[in-house]
């Protein structure tokens, strides 16, 4: 059967695949400060996206092969490509140096071990298995967008290694069995959706509160929330 491929869907997709690619197309031509806000603002555009074209798809029955396999190669460019070279350019910005930086390509393998059992799982529909890719791409653009404001001010000795640490920490998350609520909606309804809408306007009140890095304090949230849900449900 003849695959199609330009649909509403697959057309929502590459809106995202380009955000990403404009934002690695920003790293390598601006300036620090503007490449790291830019990259930030594509990233949360890219998710949106991400979001939208599920929702598309379930909304108007054009489900596909082509589809998926588009989500996951955009997903690989917007949320795994584009946070490991935001990383590589946080931990030079907090006095790191040399080619520790590589430390950081374990995102971008983890990201797409990720992706990679995401799409062979059929049991991901409610739960996801490690941490999701946009929740770590987010994570890494908000700090960035931190970082991009104390560009010029002396880093912490410290600072590069916990950098790193935190890369590690990401990276290992995402190949992890921890079990972590989606936030795919059944419905509009807050039966069944409850910890969906608590945690969406929690995290609206630390953006409206932090502004934009308070995007990876909700990040932060979400992991912590999932990691506690995950280790209560181990030790029962």
Do not use: H
């Not at 379930?58 to 946070?83: C, E, I, K, N, W």
């Not at 430390?103 to 990201?111: F, R, S």
């Not at 502004?211 to 209560?232: C, D, K, Q, T």
Request: proline share 3%; with cysteine; charged share 10%.
């Amino acid at each position: 059967m003849k695959a199609k491929l330009i649909t509403l869907p697959n057309i929502i997709t590459l809106a995202n695949l380009l955000c990403g690619t404009l934002g690695i197309i920003s790293m390598v031509s601006l300036q620090s400060a503007g490449a790291l806000r830019v990259a930030f603002v594509l990233m949360l555009a890219a998710a949106l996206f991400d979001f939208l074209d599920g929702f598309v798809a379930r909304l108007t029955g054009q489900y596909s092969p082509v589809g998926a396999q588009l989500d996951s190669l955009a997903d690989m460019v917007s949320f795994v490509v584009l946070p490991t070279v935001v990383a590589m350019k946080i931990y030079y910005l907090a006095g790191g140096y040399g080619a520790w930086s590589a430390v950081m390509l374990l995102i971008t393998a983890c990201g797409a071990l990720r992706l990679a059992r995401f799409n062979v799982s059929d049991d991901q529909k409610r739960e996801f298995v490690g941490l999701p890719v946009p929740a770590c791409a987010l994570f890494v653009g908000a700090f960035g967008w931190y970082m991009s404001g104390r560009i010029g001010l002396p880093a912490a000795a410290w600072m590069q290694w916990a950098v790193l640490a935190a890369g590690v920490v990401l990276a290992l998350l995402m190949v992890s069995p921890v079990s972590m609520f989606s936030l795919k909606f059944e419905g509009f309804g807050f039966a069944g959706n409850e910890v969906r809408y608590t945690y969406l306007l929690v995290s609206l009140v630390i953006v409206l509160v932090a502004g934009m890095p308070g995007v990876g304090l909700a990040i932060l949230l979400y992991i912590l929330y999932s990691l506690v849900i995950w280790l209560v449900g181990r030790c029962k």
